[in-house]
């Protein structure tokens, strides 16, 4: 068997030549004059994916302190966009800005209140900095949202079990573990 790259690593590499690409062509002038306004107002959509895929390629690949700019660069041009603003958030609860991530879990909900890897993210990291009782109706809104999570029901239990409620984290723990044998 011959072993291949990582997706993640391949988009990587693409996007970095794409950049390159586009950059030598505007320095050398091969983008015609008449063609520059439409093309620049093509590039700035072009940009803000261009910008997340790169954040998303450097993020997988572990890279996130330079996954940071990007996903900040398509959040700045797409302020609507919740996974935008999301995607910025576990960046930044990587390389210690969790203020910042919080921040930005607040934009994408803002944005759309069912979104349900933000409201798991941010009860998770609510329930890590000691805030278990403001942690719950974020889990309780990702477990509505994705009844079949286990991640959802493990870190409700965990929360739970922070408030000390054994009985609520006993039952929650019994429905991951349930969750986790069907899935297997």
Not at 41 to 54: G, H, I, V
Request: charged fraction near 25%.
């Amino acid at each position: 068997m011959i072993p291949t790259k990582p997706k993640s690593y391949v988009r990587l590499a693409t996007l970095e030549k794409t950049q390159v690409k586009v950059a030598r062509a505007k320095s050398e002038g091969l983008i015609p004059k008449t063609e520059l306004r439409s093309r620049t107002l093509c590039t700035t959509e072009f940009s803000k994916l261009a910008q997340y895929e790169l954040g998303l390629a450097l993020f997988e690949t572990g890279k996130w302190k330079d996954a940071a700019p990007h996903f900040e660069k398509a959040a700045a041009r797409s302020p609507l966009w919740a996974d935008a603003h999301f995607s910025l958030a576990p960046v930044y609860a990587r390389i210690n800005r969790v203020p910042e991530a919080m921040g930005e879990l607040d934009k994408t909900l803002g944005l759309n209140p069912s979104h349900y890897r933000a409201n798991l993210l941010c009860g998770r990291l609510l329930s890590l900095l000691n805030k278990p009782a403001e942690a719950l109706p974020n889990l309780q809104k990702a477990a509505t949202v994705e009844p079949n999570s286990i991640e959802a029901h493990q870190f409700f239990a965990d929360t739970y079990a922070q408030l000390g409620r054994t009985a609520k984290e006993s039952k929650e723990r019994n429905r991951a573990e349930m969750l986790r044998g069907i899935a297997q």
